[in-house]
């Protein structure tokens, strides 16, 4: 499967316990892409990173979040200390450049559940 | 301050009729626009896009217009077909800033 990959796909904490999640774009792709979706909500922009990285974080709240794109391996994105209103759907999207006519390619997400 | 917009949460629409889905949006600097298929428990699915500079892109079944004077684009789809049910959602982006902004959805239902 040469898709975008996002683990796990479901994920359960508990308030106040970390929450990391994984994912690895397709191959060939350098641009990676985070999205939170709420319920009856379309998705919204956290962070753009390219390898090594962050290029855009402006829809990333200031604190207890944060994103990776390693050299090798997955792209992370981190919540520390989770809150109840962190529980939402979270999706990863690579493209191959970050040029118009190269459209993001998603992942099937990450379902974040905070007890 | 919802950049785009899709007003109609849901659309029913008879197998072999065409389905038309719409977006609005309010910032003039979008240049490029996009339609994502989404089925539950799935990532939204890249269908057609269009660039500002063109009114029209087709691409089989699917055609999207955009009316920049209106700040309106459409998703045409002939004809529907039951497998066509899923939420649809419209994406915009802007310049160097790559990030998509997105409409909130249109869950298209397409009857047998």
């Known amino acids: 499967n040469a898709g975008v990959m996002q683990n796990p796909r479901h994920l359960v904490r508990r308030r106040g316990q970390e929450a990391r999640l994984r994912c690895s774009p397709m191959k060939g792709h350098s641009h990676v892409y985070w999205y939170r979706q709420l319920p009856e909500e379309g998705l919204k922009f956290m962070v753009y990173l390219q390898k090594e990285n962050i290029i855009d974080e402006s829809g990333m709240p200031k604190e207890r979040f944060s994103a990776e794109f390693p050299k090798e391996g997955p792209s992370i994105l981190r919540i520390q200390q989770v809150v109840r209103g962190d529980s939402a759907a979270y999706f990863c999207?690579?493209?191959?450049?970050?040029?118009?006519?190269?459209?993001?390619?998603f992942g099937d997400g990450t379902r974040l559940s905070i007890l | 301050d919802q950049q785009v917009k899709q007003n109609s949460p849901s659309l029913s629409v008879q197998e072999g009729r065409i389905s038309i889905l719409n977006c609005d949006y309010t910032n003039s600097m979008f240049d490029y626009f996009l339609w994502y298929k989404k089925y539950p428990a799935e990532g939204p699915t890249f269908l057609i896009s269009i660039s500002s500079i063109k009114d029209k892109n087709e691409d089989g079944r699917f055609t999207v217009f955009l009316n920049k004077s209106a700040k309106h684009l459409s998703l045409h789809i002939v004809p529907s077909q039951p497998g066509d049910s899923a939420v649809y959602f419209c994406a915009a982006s802007s310049g160097s800033a790559r990030q998509l902004t997105f409409g909130s959805g249109t869950q298209l239902t397409v009857l047998p």
């Open positions: 999207a690579s493209s191959r450049e970050a040029i118009s006519n190269q459209p993001q390619h």
